[in-house]
């Protein structure tokens, strides 16, 4: 069938235009794409930090919509229902799909990423990927699904204790995010910082103890001296990263979410060793993806506020500019149709 896709052509240009859609295959249905989200990986493609992902290409991998057509072997009981899009795609057979892992699938594939994305008006989906929206969650919310499972998966890896305590360098939406999942699961006191003030301030309405404004305020005079046992990462730049280790209390855990310029960050590796500092990685986690519907579905995360600035589908090309140079403005942008 016949529709419309946003294509980045290479640099930061961004084309609206024609494309053949498929009839979905076996196990696929094809979506009407109701909104869609503009991440900072999005963002960090454009301007040439991904290199498994080269133009032509249609981006976007935050979104959520209608079923219009199921392929073969789909019950056509989901046309007309709405869904939030898991864009991680395995093999299903090696260990990793079969362990809950399949993001570190050898074969593994991602909506948005290295196969055409959510930046359009229709888009095919596996059905086992279609994570079913509760009637009160607009289409517009259910993009920050897609950051949510993120979130989520991190903290798992973390085993936070009830009673830590933990600090969150960095207010974008993962920082926001982050905590609030932290406050429900029973840290005693949640710190976050940041730059803009705008965002702080939701932090705090997310849960957050203090929020500090590090361009206002000296991080460690600010402290005094406080250590954390949880340290969470989400800015990605060198600096961030490096001064995640020396906030962590000995013993304690620092999860690296923020991705560095160039990819590449050093930190202080006999600190580490001597004070028995756990550097966890993380990113995808699509075997939390039922537990995510639930916190939504039972409004314990609410993310709607979330949403800041709201563009049409034919204006994504000015929801990307405005992404790109007004950070102060808002937390999260999304197109809808």
């Given at each position: ?258 991705i560095p310029a160039g990819h590449r960050a050093e930190i202080d590796i006999m600190d580490g060793i001597w004070r028995e500092i756990l550097y966890i990685p993380t990113g995808n986690a699509p075997q939390v993806w039922p537990r995510v519907q639930a916190l ?42």
């Open positions: 069938m016949q529709s419309e896709a946003w294509v980045w052509q290479g640099q930061s240009e961004l084309r609206r235009q024609p494309v053949e859609v498929p009839d979905p295959g076996p196990g696929q249905v094809l979506l009407a794409v109701r909104a869609a989200g503009i991440c900072s990986t999005d963002l960090h493609v454009l301007q040439g930090g991904v290199t498994f992902v080269s133009p032509p290409h249609t981006m976007g991998h935050e979104g959520a919509g209608e079923v219009v057509a199921v392929g073969e072997g789909v019950s056509d009981t989901l046309v007309g229902r709405r869904f939030a899009v898991d864009t991680v795609i395995g093999c299903g057979h090696c260990r990793f799909c079969l362990s809950g892992r399949k993001h570190l699938c050898h074969d593994v594939q991602e909506i948005g990423q290295t196969i055409p994305g959510l930046w359009a008006r229709h888009a095919l989906v596996p059905a086992d990927n279609l994570v079913p929206l509760p009637d009160h969650v607009s289409a517009a919310a259910a993009t920050q699904m897609e950051t949510l499972h993120c979130v989520l998966g991190g903290l798992d890896k973390l085993h936070l204790l009830a009673g830590e305590s933990a600090i969150v360098l960095g207010c974008g939406i993962a920082g926001i995010l982050f905590t609030r999942l932290l406050q429900l699961q029973g840290a005693r006191r949640v710190v976050v910082t940041g730059t803009r003030e705008y965002r702080l301030q939701m932090a705090r309405q997310f849960g957050a103890d203090e929020a500090i404004n590090v361009r206002r305020q000296d991080l460690g005079e600010a402290l005094r001296g406080e250590r954390f046992d949880v340290v969470v990462e989400t800015v990605g730049s060198r600096e961030s990263i490096a001064q995640a280790g020396p906030l962590a209390e000995s013993g304690g855990r620092v999860l690296l979410f923020g939504v579905a039972s409004g314990r995360v609410d993310l709607a506020p979330v949403i800041s600035r709201r563009f049409p589908f034919a204006a994504l090309d000015q929801a990307v500019q405005f992404a790109q140079s007004q950070h102060d403005e808002y937390v999260k942008v999304v197109v809808e149709d």
